[in-house]
Structures are given as structure tokens and as C-alpha cells.
């Protein structure tokens, strides 16, 4: 099976910083695409940036300029580096990985995993 574990989340003030990560664990053939969603107090869950696994990327509008994501394909992993953090960042971030193929006895795949989620607060 394929698990997704998060990491990075927490505390922090406005106008600070943050890094994310998140490993994919498992018999990985490979990963299509990744991403980072995010889900506010009262809000649907969004896409807050997403990488291909050539390295192509997309943002949403409200963090272009300060996140940026990136991926260590070698070692199924992707990170997003969250600077000048605003209050309206506060929300539960969650990892996914995209048309994922894994091999246990025989090929699965490919499908779509989620993280557990990780919770960023930022104060004003």
C-alpha cells in the first residue's frame, strides 16, 4: 500500500515562514502529479499549488509570489516553502499524490492518495 506523511505544520506569525513535506512510502513505480490542498475554518477544500512530474507548476492566485513547491522525484517526496504567511493562510494543508502506481505482487494503479493533513495557524 501507499501511505503519504506530512510534516512542517504549526504555529507561526504573520509575515513568517514555514516548509512543508511530505513523503510518499511503498512500492512506488512512480507518481503522476503532487499537490497541496488546503481547507479553512468554513471552507472548501482547495488547491493551493500542484507539480507535475516533469517540474511544470500552478498556484493558486492568492499564494503566488510567496509559496513555492517543489519535488525530489528520487525519493517521492514534495515540499512547499510558505513565506510571508498571512492570517487568511490558517487552514488544515493536505499532500496529494496523483495516478500513483505502486507494484505489491503485481502492479496497482494508478490512483490517487491523500495525506492526513497538517494544520498551519498564522496570527495576526
Known amino acids: 500500500q501507499v501511505q503519504l506523511v506530512e510534516s512542517g505544520g504549526g504555529l507561526v506569525q504573520a509575515g513568517g515562514s514555514l516548509r512543508l513535506s511530505c513523503a510518499a512510502s511503498?512500492?512506488?513505480?512512480?507518481?503522476?502529479?503532487m499537490g497541496w490542498y488546503r481547507q479553512g475554518p468554513g471552507k472548501e477544500r482547495e488547491l493551493v499549488a500542484h507539480i507535475r512530474n516533469a517540474g511544470a507548476t500552478k498556484y493558486v492566485d492568492s499564494v503566488k509570489g510567496r509559496f513555492t513547491i517543489s519535488r525530489d522525484n528520487a525519493k517521492n517526496t514534495v515540499f512547499l516553502q510558505m513565506n510571508s504567511l498571512k492570517p487568511e493562510d490558517t487552514a488544515v494543508y493536505y499532500c496529494?499524490?496523483?495516478?500513483?502506481?505502486?507494484?505489491?505482487?503485481?502492479?496497482?494503479?494508478?490512483?490517487?492518495?491523500w495525506g492526513q493533513g497538517t494544520q498551519i495557524t498564522v496570527s495576526s
Open positions: 511503498g512500492n512506488i513505480v512512480s507518481i503522476g502529479a
Open positions: 496529494n499524490a496523483e495516478d500513483v502506481l505502486y507494484y505489491s505482487g503485481g502492479y496497482f494503479g494508478p490512483r490517487d492518495y
